[in-house]
């Protein structure tokens, strides 16, 4: 089984990268998906339920419940994007032996521009909002995770270079893995 992690602040584009995974097979497992359900639930405020789940449940939450739906899946390969914090990186390595993290990057001011393009629910229309959720972020650990990341992506360019990286990273770690279970067995 190949399961991969991909990191970075919010508009750096792990989107991008999680469509070239699902086009190469890959099923997607979103943690900000798991948040905003979660939030739709209470009637809260994505940012608001990050917190809180975490406060309520420990650090790990969001991480076992991403565990529990690969482990209820029959896929081959995962992609599990918008990991946050060293916790979640642990609880991953822990469950998934072979498991690694790609993590884009981009300036703050490239990220602003692309989230009000895309005007996403949870997306900062004002910059002193955006500024807030990137401190959130940082405030989960989200930056160690970045530097001490398997994979670096920096998104500055135009869109077909990430793809690219994205392509030929997920390629390589998909062909490991393969390797790795033909000498396993």
Not at 149 to 166: F, H, L, T, V
């Amino acid at each position: 089984m190949v399961v991969i992690g991909v990191s970075g602040l919010p508009g750096a584009g792990k989107g991008v990268v999680s469509r070239i995974a699902e086009s190469m097979g890959f099923k997607i497992i979103r943690m900000g998906d798991v948040i905003r359900e979660e939030a739709r639930k209470r009637g809260e405020d994505p940012g608001v339920t990050a917190v809180r789940l975490r406060d309520e449940y420990g650090k790990y939450v969001v991480a076992e419940k991403c565990v529990e739906r690969i482990q209820e899946s029959d896929a081959g390969m995962f992609l599990i994007e918008g990991i946050r914090s060293p916790h979640e990186v642990e609880i991953f390595r822990k469950s998934f032996p072979g498991f690694r993290v790609i993590s884009v990057f981009s300036t703050r001011k490239t990220r602003f521009r692309r989230l009000r393009k895309r005007q996403r629910e949870d997306d900062s229309e004002r910059y002193d909002e955006f500024v807030e959720r990137d401190e959130r972020e940082l405030g989960f650990g989200i930056g160690d995770v970045i530097a001490t990341s398997d994979y670096m992506i920096i998104n500055e360019g135009p869109i077909w270079k990430i793809k690219k990286q994205a392509r030929q990273i997920l390629r390589k770690l998909a062909e490991k893995d393969e390797q790795r279970r033909i000498n396993d067995g």
